[in-house]
T-cell receptor, first 114, second 117 residues
Framework: AQSVAQPEDQVNVAEGNPLTVKCTYS??????LFWYVQYPNRGLQFLLK??????LVKGSYGFEAEFNKSQTSFHLKKPSALVSDSALYFC????????????FGAGTQVVVTP | DAGVIQSPRHEVTEMGQEVTLRCKPI?????LFWYRQTMMRGLELLIY????????DSGMPEDRFSAKMPNASFSTLKIQPSEPRDSAVYFC???????????????FGQGTRLTVV
């Protein structure tokens, strides 16, 4: 079985401050990990992914995430948050050797205040 | 490419009626997913197809729900009869998967907001 946990329902941060959104996963195999963002009344947009290689991956809009195998984590980070980053963020996992069942976390609402 | 296209964007129907949601995946993608999003349950994977074949339908809530993928460019999710608790946003997503190995990321449609009254 595979699962994803996003321990924070909401993250509040002031504009210009660093932003971190936490994600931990549980899979019995090699994980492929993804971050998506959802703006109101829109579909999910892909931000970045970890498949293999460098543990630090960079994605869209200045976001990055670090894969930590020992802690089974894949936290999303941005050095300096913008008000426009306010949205719902989802972490997702699939098994590299499976037929692609993509499991999402519950989502974390990010609120960036001016 | 226009991305994943879902129709209709909004659907309001009466309890007991049949509802059909439609999805056109990105051309060339061979995996297709149907998700349901609600405030209470978040994003739930209902079913996914690979090369038009249903691989895992364990997330389909009950027999009232059915999904088909008659060809690589079209899929439907049908609810019959519909109930108020089916009210949700239904998303379709597609990706490309190489045999036994790497997935690309999934691309999502804009969703269908279903309201059953």
């Amino acid at each position: 079985a595979q699962s994803v946990a996003q321990p924070e329902d909401q993250v509040n941060v002031a504009e210009g401050n660093p932003l971190t959104v936490k994600c931990t996963y549980s899979v019995s195999g090699n994980p492929y990990l993804f971050w998506y963002v959802q703006y109101p009344n829109r579909g999910l947009q892909f931000l970045l992914k970890y498949i293999t290689g460098d543990n630090l991956v960079k994605g869209s809009y200045g976001f990055e995430a670090e894969f930590n195998k020992s802690q089974t984590s894949f936290h999303l980070k941005k050095p300096s948050a913008l008000v426009s980053d306010s949205a719902l963020y989802f972490c997702a996992v699939t098994l590299g050797d499976s037929w692609g069942k993509l499991q999402f976390g519950a989502g974390t609402q990010v609120v960036v205040t001016p | 490419d226009a991305g994943v296209i879902q129709s209709p964007r909004h659907e309001v129907t009466e309890m007991g009626q049949e509802v059909t949601l439609r999805c056109k995946p990105i051309s060339g993608h061979n995996s297709l997913f149907w998700y349901r999003q609600t405030m209470m349950r978040g994003l739930e994977l209902l079913i996914y197809f690979n090369n038009n074949v249903p691989i895992d339908d364990s997330g389909m809530p009950e027999d009232r729900f059915s999904a088909k993928m008659p060809n690589a460019s079209f899929s439907t999710l049908k609810i019959q009869p519909s109930e108020p608790r089916d009210s949700a946003v239904y998303f379709c997503a597609s990706s490309f998967k190489w045999q036994g190995a790497t997935n690309t990321e999934a691309f999502f449609g804009q969703g269908t907001r279903l309201t059953v009254v």
